[in-house]
């Protein structure tokens, strides 16, 4: 399996995006402490460049969630790590590489205003809406794209890809 020879979305362009929502998010959140809380692995890079655009009180952890193995959502969710800090009365920007069928993110979600949170904020860097199957609408989208299989820029397939600057399609798109 190759890569397609050109990015579907290359780094520039998801700068100047990733820039701008880090704006919208500092503006939207002016004034309440953030805990950035991201989801591992494939929200790794975004989260990384995207905190460096908030100017705001920003506490970051992680979640660790596996849902998903290869090409298929196994539409099931396991636990692989929960974050320290307390949620109890605090605002949570969950912040995941991409919006599927919408699973993880519902779990996710449902977990932290378990925890007492005052709220739960989705930001995603790609949605797929067209792969819905839970109804979840994130506050802030990067980019709505097609039903393809990406990696790149976090994405992985079968662990592979995460650390390439673009995002790219196969060639052979199986979806
Ligand atoms: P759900 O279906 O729960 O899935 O919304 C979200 C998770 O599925 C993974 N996913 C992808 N990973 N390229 C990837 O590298 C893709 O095109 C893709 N689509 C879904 C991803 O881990 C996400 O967190
Ligand atoms: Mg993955």
Do not use: T
């Given at each position: 399996m190759r890569l397609k020879t050109?990015?579907?979305?290359d780094a520039a362009t998801i700068r100047a995006r990733v820039a701008e929502m880090g704006e919208r998010i500092t503006a939207d959140f002016a004034g309440k402490p953030l805990v950035l809380l991201t989801v591992l692995k494939g929200g790794m890079v975004f989260a990384a460049d995207l905190m460096r655009h908030l100017d705001l009180d920003v506490e970051l952890d992680f979640i660790g969630v596996r849902s998903y193995d290869g090409f298929h959502s196994q539409g099931r969710i396991e636990w692989t790590y929960k974050p320290d800090v307390d949620l109890q009365s605090r605002h949570v920007l969950l912040v995941e590489d991409i919006l599927d069928t919408g699973r993880t993110s519902k779990a996710i979600i449902a977990w932290i205003e378990a925890q007492g949170a005052a709220e739960a904020a989705l930001c995603v860097?790609?949605?797929?809406?067209?792969?819905?199957?839970v109804p979840v609408t994130p506050r802030y989208t990067g980019f709505t794209i097609e039903n393809r299989f990406v990696v790149g820029y976090g994405l992985d397939y079968n662990a592979r890809y995460?650390?390439?600057p673009d995002i790219y399609e196969f060639d052979d798109n199986p979806c």
């Open positions: 050109e990015p579907l979305l860097l790609l949605d797929k809406p067209s792969r819905r199957v995460r650390h390439l």
